[in-house]
Each structure stands twice: as structure tokens, then as C-alpha cells.
């Protein structure tokens, strides 16, 4: 059965803007909108009824694999199978087969880590600015933001890998690695700067023989830096864990130290 071509030169785009519709002889239209998203659109009639499917945007697809594409799909036609739905069956077997793949990638989180994140992800999915209460929480839970969650999450926020990576290392609160036992931050604003704050990090940093941001071997101190504490009037401070400390000297840096790795 040959496609039927149809013109609607009066359609409206979902929006509701007018669209200019131009044909081509072997029944491709191709449909171009006022914000220029053009796409691919075949026309057909099987059992009576016209309908329509789209074949990918212009330029991504050429008018050369548009026509090859119109083939496939008249072939269809003629086989009384409906383009549409075949489409859409193939595009729900690659959805499950990247949400497969999704779930390879988690591989190091636990089912139950994998449940909470989700529980996160839907709790914050329709509040504006979702992205910052969500990876409080899940840093609040998990002490870190997963890498392997950025995949879900792209998914579930419509948003790309690339996209939630910039987020997560714009902020230098959150980690991507699970921290060690005890977290010592070390405030390098103005205020601790100007009251020596740098010679307590080279001291914290020479102590425990590690830079910011890495974990002592035995895997109970972490080191990193943060900008005030709002403890400015005791600078320099420093927090261990959820605690502030101001004043601070090197032997204090010693008694705190000392303290975390007996706990
Ligand atoms: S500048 Fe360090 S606590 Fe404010």
C-alpha cells in the first residue's frame, strides 16, 4: 500500500505555534517548527486510518536515510504491520535495555542504597532546584554522591552525565568518594587565613601525611578544606566531624587527632 501524503499546511506544532509543513514525493514530510526543530515525518494509511510517525530531525537524519527509513516503513505498511507501534515497541526494548544496563552500572551499591537513592530522587523530582536538596541527602546518607547514581539520576531529572558531574564538583561540600571515619575540615577563609589558618593545614597536612581531599591508610581521617565556618571570631577554626573548633594551635591539631583515632 503506497503512503498516503497529506497536507496540513494549517497544522499547529504541541505548542501551538504554526508550522510550515513541505512535502516530498515519496511521502516524507518534513516539518519545520518556529523554534526550527525540524523533524522527519512520515505520513501512511493502513486499515483506513492516516497516521503518522517521525523519523528523527533534520540534519541528524539525512534526507538520504529519511528516504531509507520511508522504505522500512512502507514496507511495514504493506506488511499490515502499524509503523508506529513497532517504533514504539523498539524504542521501549532500548529504554529497557539502558535501564539494564543502569543497573549493571550500579554494581557497588547495595539493592538497599539503590532503594534509598531512588527514595531521594522521587521526593525532590518536582521541587525547583531539586538537584541541591537531593544530593544533600544523599551525601547526608551516604557520605558521598556515587558516581554510579549520576546515571540514574540523569534519567529520572532529564539532565546529562555531564551536567550533574559539574554540579557535584562545582560544590566543594560534596565528596565523590566515601570519606574516612572522622572528617577534618580546615576553614581557609579570610578571617582563619589572616590568622595563620595556612599553618595549620601545613601542619594537619604533614601530620597525617596526606593532602586535601585524600583519607589517612587506616582509613580514619579525612582532610578537607572549607570556606568559613562561621566561627570567624575564633579563627582559625576547624570542624571535626559535625564539630567546630576555634583557636585552634598545633596542639590542638594533636589532641584532636589523637582523640579521632581512638574513638
Ligand atoms: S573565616 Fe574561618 S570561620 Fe569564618
Known sequence: MPLNVRQVENAKCPSNKPMKVFFDADGLSLRVTKNQMKSWIVQYQLNGKRNNVSIGSYPKVSLV???????????MVSDGKDPKIVRQMQKAEVAASETLETIKNL??????QLEKINEYVEKYQNVPGALLPLMHAIQDDFGFIPEESYKFISKAYNLSIAEIHGFVTFY???RTHLPGKNILQIC???SC????????ENYCQEK???????????????LEPV???GNCACSPA???NKEVVGRVTPKKIDQIISKARED
Open 238 to 240: 576547624i570542624m571535626i
Open 172 to 174: 566543594h561540600h560534596f
Open 107 to 112: 554494581k557497588t551499591l547495595s539493592s538497599k
Open 65 to 75: 536515510d529519511a528516504r531509507k527509513e520511508c522504505s522500512v516503513i512502507k514496507k
Open 188 to 190: 581557609r577563609a579570610e
Open 227 to 229: 570556606y568559613c565556618l
Open 193 to 200: 587565613q589572616a590568622m595563620g589558618s595556612e599553618n595549620i
Open 208 to 222: 597525617l601525611g596526606i593532602n586535601y581531599h585524600q583519607t589517612t591508610e587506616d582509613n580514619l581521617i579525612t
